[in-house]
């Protein structure tokens, strides 16, 4: 005998429920697609997706679900959405907002949690999600009604979205999902007289900065990732050559500027180039727009630009003086400053003893490694040329961290805004390859490379299995070097060769993995064979699995050392 | 050196914890706090906070991380108004008639 019980996901009323509205409003904000895991306090919204048929991509952990939507951000510019469900779904979220949150990227995540009469009473699966998300996110609530649900996630989206970007948290008790909600004129008013933002610079600083320009002898442009937010790529370029300014990037600003520009010097810090790094600690002027002084990239703070006039253009007035105190802060949108800066008529001289100066530090000290024979062990940078050569420059390449990570900053040229994914100030493992989710998501007719290493790889790779169900033609490329080599590395430089917990004994066989996955694999082991697979794997429009097998005492230089300035590098 | 902030935050419950976390954060000691509701219909609260910052910059800093957070109405640093007035900024008139 069939017998029906009427349960809370079945309302006999026409009524919607809270979930319902929730995921309305959230459509209202022009999502196409939420990135989650199922759970028991999310058991109503997931209904509301099932009634709706909304676009949901399941990944098999949390964390896959919120690198999949940091990297959708990143290069769609649109907020990620992320829903997962109470106590351990939420607290797997952690990294993944963090992440966003250090590199400003705007994702709303929607959160589960306990029935509100039970909230406090340590029920099953009940995380105080509000007190733990502060600190790693813009902001954070819990909907205490229904009703409020039209205007609430408005208000997620819009402090996502605006201003300096980053991830939004909404807790939602089950009770507010699954109360029935009557079908009224939603209330969608943004009410929040504490937010604001300036986009807008003020006239004066940008006109002190425009005579700066004017008069300094040599200047250095640095372009952050506040260029790319901003969307000002092409303004970047044309007031760099209107002032023949030389252009440093930071990691995350790759992409901003062409890296095959004759006034791109390559990207500065730890692991920058000679040129760029010089160019910073000789420059009378150093144009910041968009970065916030990551310690990564200014070495020592006591012998950063020692000779420069600092100009910080950066929308959040928090940045401005926190690491370096600028002598011109600019307070403002990059897009807007940069509008700002070229409807002025004056042009500078062509500064051309400066730029030949720094021509000649390029030349004289260039990026360079061995790529070694064709039947000898695989360079790790080789295998960076290689993918370049064959992914092209609208290929997508996203990274974890490490020296996979720095390889790829170093010596794949990005050429194009929003190309580059990659986990900048937390440095996460594990990023890269559920970002290439998102990232082949938000566009599926490009080709994505997720370069990874063999032991970030293995912290997120059950997303496999989203590949192979969705059939997505994302790249993995294996820097397998049988260690975490950024960790051996310091341990050969600074620790005197002690490689503790830096090389494991044993790893999977990732061609028999992605197998079981329904993937395809293939390994390469020298030049010989890179050469033959990567034109092959690279335009077919199958995911696949390419594990290179890289040379394992490889270093990243040149480099400067903690606590040294970024004149002082070593290995150029 | 000390430093008196002043704080008005909108009516979240949540407003009171997200401040304290930015002095927190920064390792800063709070040496009294005083939170006062202001009772109108838009739920505002004002908060006074006593610490000791190291320099000038560490307190610019403090201000700006406060005025960042979306709860806070506004912030900043009274530490150079008169007694008097920095009651005003947390006191309800008709109980400080003095001033």
Same mark, same amino acid.
């Given at each position: 005998?069939?017998?029906?019980?009427?349960?809370? !996901?079945?309302?006999?009323?026409?009524?919607? /429920?809270?979930? %319902?509205?929730?995921?309305?409003?959230?459509?209202?904000?022009?999502?196409?697609?939420?990135?989650?895991?199922?759970?028991?306090?999310?058991?109503?919204?997931?209904?509301?997706?099932?009634?709706?048929?909304?676009?949901?991509?399941? /990944?098999?952990?949390?964390?896959?679900?919120?690198?999949?939507?940091?990297?959708?951000?990143?290069?769609?510019?649109?907020?990620?959405?992320?829903?997962?469900?109470?106590?351990?779904?939420?607290?797997?979220?952690?990294?993944?907002?963090? %992440?966003?949150?250090?590199?400003?990227?705007?994702?709303?995540?929607?959160?589960?949690?306990?029935?509100?009469?039970?909230?406090?009473?340590?029920?099953?699966?009940?995380?105080?999600?509000?007190?733990?998300?502060?600190?790693?996110?813009?902001?954070?609530? +819990?909907?205490?009604?229904?009703?409020?649900?039209?205007?609430?996630?408005?208000?997620?989206?819009?402090?996502? /979205?605006?201003?300096?970007?980053?991830?939004?948290?909404?807790?939602?008790?089950?009770?507010?999902?699954?109360?029935?909600?009557?079908?009224?004129?939603?209330?969608?008013?943004?009410?929040?007289?504490?937010?604001?933002?300036?986009?807008?610079?003020?006239?004066?600083?940008?006109?002190?900065?425009?005579?700066?320009?004017?008069?300094?002898?040599?200047?250095?442009?640095?372009?952050?990732?506040?260029?790319?937010?901003?969307?000002?790529?092409?303004?970047?370029?044309?007031?760099?050559?209107?002032?023949?300014?030389?252009?440093?990037?930071?990691?995350?600003?790759?992409?901003?500027?062409?890296?095959?520009?004759?006034?791109?010097?390559?990207?500065?810090?730890?692991?920058?180039?000679?040129?760029?790094?010089?160019?910073?600690?000789?420059?009378?002027?150093?144009?910041?727009?968009?970065?916030?002084?990551?310690?990564?990239?200014?070495?020592?703070?006591?012998?950063?630009?020692?000779?420069?006039?600092?100009?910080?253009?950066?929308?959040?007035?928090?940045?401005?003086?926190?690491?370096?105190?600028?002598?011109?802060?600019?307070?403002?949108?990059?897009?807007?400053?940069?509008?700002?800066?070229?409807?002025?008529?004056?042009?500078?001289?062509?500064?051309?003893?400066?730029?030949?100066?720094?021509?000649?530090?390029?030349?004289?000290?260039?990026?360079?490694?061995?790529?070694?024979?064709?039947?000898?062990?695989?360079?790790?940078?080789?295998?960076?040329?290689?993918?370049?050569?064959?992914?092209?420059?609208?290929?997508?390449?996203?990274?974890?961290?490490?020296?996979?990570?720095?390889?790829?900053?170093?010596?794949?040229?990005?050429?194009?805004?929003?190309?580059?994914?990659?986990?900048?100030?937390?440095?996460?493992?594990?990023?890269?390859?559920?970002?290439?989710?998102?990232?082949?998501?938000?566009?599926?007719?490009?080709?994505?490379?997720?370069?990874?290493?063999?032991?970030?790889?293995?912290?997120?790779?059950?997303?496999?299995?989203?590949?192979?169900?969705?059939?997505?033609?994302?790249?993995?490329?294996?820097?397998?070097?049988?260690?975490?080599?950024?960790?051996?590395?310091?341990?050969? !430089?600074?620790?005197?060769?002690?490689?503790?917990?830096?090389?494991?004994?044993? +790893?999977?066989?990732?061609?028999?993995?992605?197998?079981?996955?329904?993937?395809?694999?293939?390994?390469?082991?020298?030049?010989?064979?890179?050469?033959?697979?990567?034109?092959?794997?690279?335009?077919?429009?199958?995911?696949?699995?390419?594990?290179?097998?890289?040379?394992?005492?490889?270093?990243?230089?040149?480099?400067?050392?903690?606590?040294?300035?970024?004149?002082?590098?070593?290995?150029? | 050196?000390?430093?008196?902030?002043?704080?008005?935050?909108?009516?979240?419950?949540?407003?009171?914890?997200?401040?304290?976390?930015?002095?927190?954060?920064?390792?800063?000691?709070?040496?009294?706090?005083?939170?006062?509701?202001?009772?109108?219909?838009?739920?505002?609260?004002?908060?006074?906070?006593?610490?000791?910052?190291?320099?000038?910059?560490?307190?610019?800093?403090?201000?700006?991380?406060?005025?960042?957070?979306?709860?806070?109405?506004?912030?900043?640093?009274?530490?150079?108004?008169?007694?008097?007035?920095?009651?005003?900024?947390?006191?309800?008139?008709?109980?400080?008639?003095?001033?």
């Amino acid at each position: 005998m069939e017998v029906k019980t009427k349960t809370a !996901a079945e309302p006999e009323s026409r009524l919607k /429920t809270g979930a %319902d509205v929730l995921i309305q409003s959230i459509l209202r904000e022009g999502t196409d697609v939420i990135f989650g895991y199922p759970g028991g306090a999310v058991l109503p919204i997931y209904d509301a997706l099932y009634r709706q048929k909304v676009r949901h991509v399941l /990944t098999r952990h949390e964390q896959g679900a919120i690198h999949a939507a940091e990297g959708y951000a990143r290069v769609s510019g649109r907020p990620g959405v992320v829903i997962a469900t109470s106590g351990p779904g939420a607290t797997n979220l952690v990294t993944g907002l963090m %992440d966003a949150c250090i590199d400003s990227l705007p994702l709303v995540v929607f959160t589960g949690q306990v029935a509100t009469h039970v909230i406090g009473t340590d029920a099953f699966q009940e995380a105080d999600v509000i007190g733990i998300t502060v600190p790693v996110t813009k902001y954070n609530f +819990q909907v205490e009604n229904a009703a409020d649900l039209p205007r609430k996630v408005r208000e997620a989206f819009y402090i996502a /979205t605006t201003g300096r970007p980053g991830p939004v948290l909404v807790d939602l008790p089950k009770d507010i999902c699954a109360a029935a909600v009557k079908q009224e004129q939603a209330d969608t008013e943004i009410r929040l007289p504490g937010y604001r933002f300036s986009k807008e610079p003020s006239s004066e600083q940008v006109e002190k900065l425009a005579r700066a320009i004017e008069t300094a002898e040599k200047p250095v442009l640095l372009a952050g990732a506040g260029i790319l937010h901003a969307k000002a790529a092409d303004l970047v370029r044309v007031f760099a050559e209107k002032h023949h300014l030389p252009v440093v990037s930071t990691l995350l600003g790759l992409g901003s500027f062409p890296a095959s520009h004759p006034l791109f010097l390559g990207m500065g810090g730890m692991h920058g180039t000679y040129a760029a790094n010089m160019a910073i600690s000789e420059c009378d002027l150093l144009i910041n727009i968009g970065s916030r002084f990551d310690d990564r990239l200014t070495g020592n703070l006591a012998k950063f630009a020692p000779n420069a006039a600092v100009a910080h253009v950066d929308i959040d007035p928090s940045e401005i003086g926190k690491n370096v105190r600028p002598a011109i802060p600019v307070v403002g949108d990059a897009r807007s400053v940069l509008e700002k800066l070229l409807q002025r008529t004056g042009k500078s001289g062509e500064k051309r003893e400066w730029l030949d100066h720094l021509g000649l530090y390029a030349r004289t000290h260039p990026l360079s490694f061995s790529a070694g024979k064709d039947n000898e062990e695989l360079a790790p940078q080789s295998v960076i040329r290689h993918v370049f050569r064959h992914a092209g420059e609208d290929a997508i390449v996203t990274t974890d961290v490490g020296q996979h990570q720095m390889w790829t900053a170093q010596y794949y040229p990005f050429n194009r805004p929003n190309r580059w994914v990659t986990s900048g100030g937390l440095g996460t493992m594990g990023f890269g390859f559920p970002a290439a989710i998102g990232a082949q998501i938000a566009e599926p007719e490009k080709t994505v490379v997720s370069i990874v290493g063999d032991g970030g790889f293995q912290m997120t790779l059950q997303e496999l299995a989203v590949i192979a169900e969705l059939n997505l033609p994302v790249k993995i490329v294996i820097m397998n070097n049988h260690a975490l080599g950024m960790v051996r590395q310091w341990q050969e !430089a600074f620790y005197s060769k002690r490689y503790a917990h830096s090389i494991p004994s044993m +790893q999977p066989d990732f061609i028999r993995l992605a197998e079981s996955y329904g993937i395809r694999g293939v390994r390469v082991a020298t030049e010989e064979e890179a050469r033959r697979v990567f034109p092959e794997v690279l335009r077919d429009p199958q995911p696949w699995v390419i594990d290179c097998r890289v040379k394992q005492m490889a270093n990243v230089l040149p480099m400067v050392a903690p606590g040294k300035g970024l004149n002082e590098m070593i290995g150029v | 050196m000390k430093r008196t902030v002043h704080a008005l935050v909108s009516g979240e419950d949540s407003a009171l914890f997200r401040v304290t976390a930015v002095f927190s954060r920064q390792k800063l000691n709070i040496a009294s706090l005083t939170f006062k509701r202001s009772g109108g219909t838009n739920g505002t609260s004002d908060m006074k906070i006593v610490t000791d910052v190291e320099n000038e910059r560490q307190a610019r800093q403090l201000i700006g991380q406060l005025n960042k957070l979306v709860d806070v109405i506004s912030a900043a640093d009274i530490s150079e108004l008169p007694d008097c007035d920095k009651e005003k900024e947390c006191v309800a008139p008709e109980i400080n008639p003095g001033c």
